[in-house]
């Protein structure tokens, strides 16, 4: 995968963890639950991230 197609993932993962918190913050009830969800697309960019970098430190 290229290195824009890799950013482009993680902004969106990022976006997606954004509009969940911020959902949080407006439905107290469903709270943890969405700040749970936002720290999973966190995670998953910065993984998106590391595999990207780990790839390229092998081929160099």
Known sequence: ?????????????RAIASLC?????FR?????SLLAQAAEWEERAIAE?????MSSRVLT
Not at 2 to 11: D, F, Q
Not at 28 to 32: A, D, G, L, M, S
């Open 49 to 53: 991230l590391e595999r990207h970098f």
């Open 1 to 13: 995968m290229t290195g824009v197609a890799v950013m482009e993932n993680v902004r969106r993962y």
């Open 28 to 32: 107290p009830i469903q709270e943890c």
């Open 21 to 25: 918190r911020q959902t949080a913050a």
